[in-house]
């Protein structure tokens, strides 16, 4: 019933941003958690930002001062701004939607961020 379509990735230099979007279609709600996850060549996925439909957010350690997670309800997006990123942001990050009344997930199929110089 929610399809979720991640775009904004691409290859970028250390230091250097990059802003990514999940738009969404279908049942989607406002009061359902949305999110960004990553998943690195060798590595588990990882939760990188999390935002509430308050607005409340909470950040991987290592992106906290670097990320900024954020959503429009009306338009059923949400949006990570990246800062300052590292070759260990490199990674192919995963729009992510969750029904709080039975912490049902749905997923995009990810979008490739690459740092690299």
């Known amino acids: 019933q929610v399809q979720l379509v991640e775009s904004g990735g691409g290859l970028v230099q250390p230091g250097g941003s990059l802003r990514l979007s999940c738009a969404a279609s279908?049942?989607?709600?406002?009061?359902?958690?949305r999110g960004w996850y990553r998943q690195a060549p060798g590595r588990q996925r990882e939760m990188v930002a999390l935002?509430?439909?308050?607005?409340?957010?909470n950040y991987a350690a290592d992106v906290k001062d670097r990320f900024t997670v954020s959503r429009d309800n009306v338009a059923k997006k949400v949006y990570l701004q990246m800062s300052s990123l590292k070759s260990e942001d490199t990674a192919v990050y995963y729009c992510?939607?969750?029904?709080?009344?039975?912490?049902?997930?749905?997923w995009g199929q990810g979008t490739q961020v690459t740092v690299s110089s």
């Open positions: 279908g049942k989607l709600e406002d009061t359902y958690l």
């Open positions: 935002i509430t439909s308050g607005g409340s957010t």
């Open positions: 992510n939607a969750r029904q709080m009344y039975n912490l049902k997930d749905y």
